[in-house]
């Protein structure tokens, strides 16, 4: 355990000590000590800048090597300095510090933390030393380490929740497919358009009646999204021909439809479905010719 009263005698071993309690979840406790010790000596409170100086960028790229004696006896004597500076060094540490990081044993963290709720929860702190810890102590290991577990978590779940869900509906074909309705042409060119979008009937063989009837139904539907749009490309007589055109392809749909489920074998019923196809294209184009 580390603790505030086993400081090394040595300058660079303090350094030393420092790098290594800056890094670990004790150091709540250490600076709690600390501040015991020095409660009484301590005076106007400086801040990390102060103390650091112009020695702040050189501390998280090389470590507490750099600090003279006077820095290190200021840090420890304001210990509080200890917890805002090991923030900046798991947020913006060099390679030093994130190579220390990376050596840390994620189990051993957890560990640490949990002891620590458990303790928390037994015996909630009583004195008003301990009564200035603002975070639980194993929140202040590698944030940076931490917020990429987290992010690798995440993923993991999201990859999760993308391999079990439904597969996504297939891109509307026909009139169903977006825009095929909304294009700001004139009457006659709408027309061929929705020809054109007819069409693409022709653009997926059916090779079972199981294809088959879903392709008739996607058609289907295809028809009722047209009798439902307003189609302002249109006059109002083309408008009301189209309507009624495509209530009567409809009804011919359903009828190939239940011809299929009655046991109509699949050539008869794509023939069928083809030669409707290409009457209803044809209306289309013919009435494109007259349009507007």
Not at 152 to 174: C, H, T
Not at 263 to 285: C, F, H, M, N, T
């Amino acid at each position: 355990m580390l603790t505030a009263f086993n400081l090394p005698e040595e300058t660079d071993e303090l350094r030393a000590w420092l790098d290594d309690v800056l890094l670990q979840p004790e150091l709540m406790s250490v600076v709690s000590q600390l501040a015991a010790v020095h409660a009484e000596e301590n005076g106007a409170q400086p801040t990390l800048d102060d103390v650091l100086q112009d020695q702040r960028e050189s501390v998280l790229e090389q470590g507490c090597q750099v600090l003279s004696p006077l820095q290190i006896q200021q840090l420890l004597t304001h210990p509080e300095l200890l917890l805002e500076l090991q923030e900046q060094l798991f947020l913006e540490g060099g390679d030093f510090w994130q190579e220390r990081i990376a050596a840390l044993t994620d189990e051993t963290e957890v560990s640490r933390g949990q002891d620590w709720l458990k303790q928390q929860i037994a015996e909630p702190p009583a004195t008003e030393i301990h009564n200035v810890t603002t975070a639980p102590a194993f929140q202040t290991v590698s944030y940076r380490k931490i917020g990429i577990i987290g992010f690798v978590s995440a993923a993991l779940v999201l990859v999760a929740l993308f391999l079990n869900q439904e597969p996504a509906a297939p891109q509307g074909w026909g009139w169903n497919r977006p825009g095929a309705l909304t294009a700001d042409v004139p009457a006659a060119e709408y027309l061929n358009q929705l020809a054109d979008s007819a069409e693409e009937w022709f653009n997926k063989p059916t090779e079972t009646k199981a294809a088959l009837e879903t392709r008739l139904k996607q058609f289907r539907a295809g028809c009722e999204t047209l009798i439902n749009a307003p189609h302002p490309q249109l006059s109002q007589d083309d408008r009301t021909w189209l309507v009624e055109r495509c209530q009567a392809w409809a009804g011919k749909l359903d009828e190939q439809i239940a011809a299929l489920n009655e046991g109509a074998d699949l050539q008869s019923a794509d023939e069928a479905a083809d030669a409707l196809i290409r009457k209803l294209v044809k209306a289309l184009r013919t009435r494109a010719n007259t349009a507007g």
